[in-house]
């Protein structure tokens, strides 16, 4: 069937709601104290006004991305099940239940028809508005790190992903008058991170190169490596100016690791080398089950009864890395889960973007998402937080969803 100009130039009502929650997505991530909260109740309310299409349709409509629902399902059923047999606490459930989100927002997208430049719309006011926040709290106020409505390291970590994200839309607006949107996207949310101070977000600035370059070229030539190359620069440049103190954190690396080295581990990188230790001496003793989702601080304590670990790790409530924190409280299930969680839309983009060039740019901003993710989680557990566990699971159903919708496209 032939779609007609009438039906892909003028959006009906039901598109324009759609495309509206997928720019707010990106927008009030940040900027708001409930701006994920919102968009899980709209999708909620989509998932129930259109259960029995979702249900009748669900071939049509999730049928390639099956991999990625059975992570999301198997991530909170494995969480309930640690909880039933480890300790009950419902708080450490709340974000794999709705984490669950991504399953009807593959769906709710493909059917929604929203307009997919105003994901890219969403993400520059997004980020610009974190920036803009950032300065305040920063040079306004005088806090010594930018944290939004969240923590600093998820504030800055969640800007510098959008910010990648933000490139793949480079094919999009090439030769229109919003040429530049991308660019300004991606130094606003370089800018955001930087002001927080989370040095995790920048080694994802770095390593992403490589995927930009691999896969980027093709989807939107080589000015999306100029464009990465030159927020590189920009970090680099922005260690010379000394009240964002970006070259002060990057020296007490070296500080801190030395001082862990001489037995003082009560510094940022020495509580996490201190950390990981007490993660892999839980692990070794729970193998199979982990200690469970709620008994992490427990388990750190006992540590530190027995002289196994320095006091000043206690009281800390996860592993301060995503990988090790899933063996820790869940086993080896737990951990491979993770995993799974991370390969299941890593290889649907990474296809998308191998087999199928219309949809090349969302399938593009989905393996940023989740590449930046991977290493975010090297040194923070994004996925006890609110808007970590959130913003991964429902931006790689919208972006799963967008890839699906064009795919349809091209067979209409």
Known sequence: ???????????????????????????????????????????????????????????????????????????????????LTTGLDFKFIENPLKALLVMPVIGLVVIGRPKG????????????????????????????????????????????????????????????????LPLLTFAA????????????????????????????RHAAGRRIIVFALAGVSLLAASACVPELGVRQRFADIAGDIQKYRDGNPDTSIGLRLENWKGAVRIFSEHPLTGIGRANYEQGLNDLVARKELSPAVSGLKHAHNELLNAFATEGILGGFTLIFLYAAPLAFFVRRLRHDPACRPYALAGLLLVLSFIDFGLTQVLFVHHIGSAFYAITAGALAGLCIRHGHRRQE
């Open 1 to 83: 069937m032939t779609t007609t100009a009438h039906s892909t130039t003028t959006p009906d009502d039901t598109s324009l709601i759609f495309s509206a929650a997928l720019f707010l997505l990106p927008a009030l991530a940040l900027n708001t104290h409930a701006g994920i909260t919102l968009i899980e109740l709209a999708i909620l309310c989509g998932s129930i006004f259109y259960s029995r299409r979702l249900w009748r349709e669900r071939t049509t409509l999730f049928g390639s991305t099956g991999a990625i629902m059975a992570a999301f399902a198997l991530t909170f059923a494995l969480g309930l099940a640690s909880l």
């Open 189 to 216: 949310g370089i800018t955001a991170s930087i002001l927080s101070g989370t040095r995790g977000g920048w080694v994802a600035l770095v390593l992403s190169v490589v995927p930009l370059y691999s896969y980027g």
């Open 117 to 180: 430049d105003w994901f890219w719309y969403g993400l520059c006011a997004g980020t610009v508005g974190a920036t803009c926040l950032a300065l305040y709290q920063r040079f306004v106020l005088h806090e010594p790190r930018a944290e939004g409505f969240h923590m600093a390291i998820m504030f800055g970590d969640v800007a510098m992903a959008m910010g990648l994200m933000s490139l793949a839309g480079i094919q999009r607006f090439a030769r229109t008058r919003l040429s530049l």
